[in-house]
């Protein structure tokens, strides 16, 4: 799957500590998946260290979505070679479609040709001009595409599929499933910034994650300051504060807006998306950067299932940030 080179650090995993003598152990798991870093910290009676399982989990992912591995059946439904996708892919293709709908088409898995073609795919950036955007849209939207029988049925063969927004928060699902299907209830699944978080730690204690307070300004220093509690929910975040490509002078967000075909490039910064699991909240997330600030606030008030954290630059060259109405944040003093 494609390097998350532009994901954001909002967010500060709270480190927990060893729980001392018998019972559950705290077991780590740490390491490279998809180009990016996951970490995944679970309570287990048995101390059970599952790296080949979950590396098998993995390997199962770039085989089935990753757009670096020709032979992946993403590659090959790209390519138009008749192929019946597995379990993984449909889960990601139709979820992908209702948020799609849901989001009135900002979230679209449809973008690819764009994605590549503005140079955040497999090629090289091209040099993009107005002809070349349209003649891509022609064939960008999920109406131009569909799932019949375990098969991809596309209206348009020039349609390609790019599941970067939503499979690494559906991975993250994926293993906590497993740890739940051999009896861990505590857990908390960290892929390249996107989370599942379960069930209490043995003392009662919720997983907490650190919401960076953005800094005044684009060079100053990071800061912790807001933490939440993540209880039996999914945590995602997009965007591209203090990280993005600069060329001319000009600002390119790997955040394709699939109406306009063109980069997005309003001011708000990065989403963070709570919502009941983890693949929903990386889609949401992707589409509230094509949303924009205004819009998402709207929409995320609108739905009792989701609460976000949104990060915004504001005209003084500084930051703001909004937290939706039911998010908890809680301070240092409250830890
Ligand atoms: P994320 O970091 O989850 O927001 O995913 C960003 C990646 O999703 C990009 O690098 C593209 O591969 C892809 N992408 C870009 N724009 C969109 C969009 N509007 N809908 C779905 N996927 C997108
Ligand atoms: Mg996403």
């Known amino acids: 799957m494609?390097?998350?080179?532009?994901?954001?650090?909002?967010?500060?995993?709270?480190?927990?500590?060893?729980?001392?003598?018998?019972?559950?152990?705290?077991?780590?798991?740490?390491?490279?998946?998809?180009?990016?870093?996951?970490?995944?910290i679970?309570?287990?009676?048995?101390?059970?260290?599952?790296?080949?399982?979950?590396?098998?989990?993995f390997q199962d992912f770039n085989s089935s979505m990753s757009f670096?591995?020709?032979?992946?059946?993403?590659?090959?439904?790209?390519?138009?070679?008749?192929?019946?996708?597995?379990?993984y892919f449909k889960?990601?293709?139709?979820?992908s479609k209702e948020i799609s709908r849901e989001t009135d088409g900002a979230f679209d898995a449809t973008v690819?040709?764009?994605?590549?073609?503005?140079?955040?795919?497999?090629?090289?950036?091209?040099?993009?001009?107005?002809?070349?955007?349209?003649?891509?849209?022609?064939?960008?939207?999920?109406?131009?595409?569909?799932?019949?029988?375990?098969?991809?049925?596309?209206?348009?063969?020039?349609?390609?599929?790019?599941?970067n927004a939503i499979a690494k928060g559906y991975a993250a699902d994926v293993i906590g499933h497993y740890l739940e299907s051999i009896g861990v209830t505590a857990y908390m699944v960290e892929i390249g910034g996107d989370l599942i978080a379960r069930g209490s730690k043995p003392d009662g204690s919720k997983w907490r994650i650190g919401l960076e307070i953005p800094a005044k300004d684009?060079?100053?220093?990071?800061?912790?300051?807001?933490?939440?509690?993540?209880?039996?929910?999914?945590?995602?975040?997009?965007?591209?504060?203090?990280?993005?490509?600069?060329?001319?002078?000009?600002?390119?967000?790997?955040?394709?807006?699939?109406?306009?075909?063109?980069?997005?490039?309003?001011?708000?910064?990065?989403?963070?998306?709570f919502a009941g699991d983890a693949m929903s909240a990386d889609a949401y997330a992707t589409a509230f950067m094509v949303m924009g600030l205004d819009k998402s606030i709207a929409f995320v008030e609108a739905r009792d299932d989701l609460e976000a954290y949104f990060i915004f630059s504001d005209d003084s060259n500084g930051y703001g940030y909004y937290a939706s109405s039911g998010l908890q944040l809680l301070s240092r003093d409250d830890l």
């Open 2 to 40: 494609k390097k998350a080179f532009f994901t954001l650090s909002v967010l500060l995993i709270m480190a927990a500590c060893q729980f001392p003598g018998r019972g559950p152990q705290m077991i780590t798991i740490r390491g490279v998946v998809f180009g990016t870093y996951y970490s995944i």
């Open 218 to 273: 684009h060079d100053a220093q990071q800061e912790w300051h807001y933490f939440v509690e993540v209880y039996n929910q999914g945590l995602a975040t997009s965007g591209d504060y203090r990280r993005y490509i600069k060329d001319d002078g000009k600002r390119y967000s790997h955040t394709i807006d699939p109406q306009t075909g063109y980069p997005v490039t309003h001011n708000l910064m990065s989403a963070s998306v």
């Open 112 to 163: 690819f040709p764009l994605v590549n073609a503005w140079g955040f795919g497999v090629d090289q950036r091209a040099s993009m001009t107005e002809e070349i955007v349209d003649s891509l849209m022609q064939f960008v939207g999920f109406e131009k595409i569909d799932l019949v029988d375990g098969r991809i049925v596309k209206y348009d063969e020039r349609v390609q599929l790019d599941f």
């Open 91 to 95: 889960a990601v293709f139709n979820r």
């Open 68 to 87: 670096y591995d020709p032979q992946s059946i993403l590659s090959q439904v790209n390519r138009n070679d008749p192929v019946l996708v597995d379990e």
């Open 42 to 57: 679970y309570y287990d009676e048995e101390a059970r260290v599952l790296q080949e399982e979950i590396d098998s989990i």
